[in-house]
């Protein structure tokens, strides 16, 4: 179900958004990280042998050309200087061949040597290309890593009456650590607002609307009353976002969006949205809302967005999530309504949200669900009226 058990820190998040580690040699190699020491140096085993073999056996000597691919072979998995070690040895095996120093009982001659050089020399630039990309893409993702950083709000493990637990993790798809879920909760002069959304695509400019919208909740959730125009000013800016784009080329986003006073009363405005579950004596439940269009795209339907209002008692759990869990369920195969898939998770952590976080990682890997779209969740535990620390954020 939820997808890491980091609760707070972007930097964890970024940690927990990368793919999970294949576990034997064989998962390496699907996974495209051969980074076993056996399978770097089985290209120098299989020069060993070919030697030994071509040394004690006549018959070997039909297979001394494959000796030449071996530079090629050390090329996929190690750097230059392996591969220039590598072509050197099959340069004077070659060059003890019976036509040249006459050393081994090899066919080869002085002949053979430019070819087996050639092909020696040009396995070097292919290693030394294939390290220079990857020195590039280990840039590329370090950006992607602080970009990202800057993209994701750093939330505090208690935020108003809310102990906070939240997630991310890209789909198996993006391999960079960039998507267009979103998540913020903050606590200002009008109570705790929190927000949870998903931008659509997945390139740079998904991340910049991320970054609209995240930046226009800050602000709006401060400095606006009411939760309507909190949604408001987030449908206005995906609206400037969206000035001077083609019609069928517009963003727009899902959003849930909420606001809980001191005492405790829950007011949403659900923007096409997944609705949050709620947790309330053992029993949990969907909180459905009257659901309106996406964000940016407010200006296509006649219906305002209809405010829900729940009072929240101490000990409910809010589990807020983008439809990427939806989808990764739905790909697996699974039946069962996530409410009952939630509570299970929820009564074997307990009532923290990082626990509970934690324990939905758990269940996602054991399961082995697929990760079909970027996902993001945020864990609410309700402490009550009463704790207030860290109100602001």
């Given at each position: 179900m939820v997808p890491t058990d980091q609760n707070h820190s972007a930097r964890d998040l970024l940690r927990y958004a990368q793919k999970k580690e294949p576990e034997n040699l064989w998962g390496r190699l699907r996974e495209g990280s051969p980074n076993?020491?056996?399978?770097?140096?089985?290209?120098?085993?299989?020069?060993?042998?070919?030697?030994?073999?071509?040394?004690?056996?006549?018959?070997?000597?039909?297979?001394?050309?494959?000796?030449?691919?071996m530079p090629a072979l050390i090329a996929l998995t190690r750097g230059p200087r392996a591969t220039a070690l590598a072509g050197a040895v099959v340069t004077v095996v070659y060059a003890l061949g019976g036509g040249a120093f006459d050393v081994l009982p090899l066919n080869s001659s002085w002949a053979d040597l430019p070819t087996v050089g050639a092909i020696s020399v040009l396995c070097v630039f292919l290693s030394w290309a294939r390290d220079q990309t990857a020195k590039r893409l280990a840039d590329m993702?370090?950006?992607?890593?602080?970009?990202?950083?800057?993209?994701?709000?750093?939330?505090?493990?208690?935020?108003?009456?809310?102990?906070?637990?939240?997630?991310?993790r890209t789909s198996m798809n993006n391999p960079g650590l960039l998507g267009g879920d979103l998540f913020h909760i903050s606590g200002t002069p009008h109570g705790t607002r929190f927000l949870i959304g998903d931008v659509s695509g997945h390139s740079l400019e998904t991340v910049a609307t991320t970054v609209n919208l995240l930046s226009a909740f800050s602000e709006a959730a401060r400095y606006r009353p009411t939760v309507q125009e909190v949604g408001m000013r987030l449908d206005q800016r995906m609206n400037l976002v969206n000035k001077g784009r083609d019609p069928w080329m517009s963003a727009f986003a899902t959003a849930l969006v909420a606001s809980v006073s001191d005492s405790g009363r829950m007011e949403l405005l659900n923007f096409g949205h997944p609705p949050p579950l709620l947790v309330r004596g053992g029993e949990t439940e969907a909180v459905q809302t009257a659901v309106t269009a996406p964000l940016g795209m407010q200006d296509l339907t006649l219906m305002e967005p209809e405010r829900r209002t729940v009072q929240l008692e101490p000990g409910d759990i809010l589990f807020l999530y983008t439809d990427g869990i939806l989808e990764s369920r739905r790909v697996a195969g699974i039946d069962t309504p996530l409410e009952e898939d939630f509570g299970a998770v929820v009564r074997r952590a307990g009532g923290d949200p990082q626990g509970i976080v934690a324990e939905g990682r758990r269940t996602f890997y054991r399961d082995n669900l697929p990760f079909a779209d970027d996902m993001a969740v945020m864990v609410l535990a309700y402490t009550g009226p009463g704790s207030l620390e860290a109100a602001e954020f």
């Open positions: 076993e020491l056996i399978l770097r140096c089985l290209p120098l085993i299989l020069i060993a042998v070919l030697v030994a073999g071509m040394a004690f056996n006549n018959d070997w000597m039909r297979m001394r050309y494959v000796a030449v691919v993702t370090s950006v992607a890593d602080t970009l990202h950083r800057a993209v994701l709000p750093e939330i505090p493990p208690r935020v108003g009456p809310f102990q906070v637990a939240a997630a991310y």
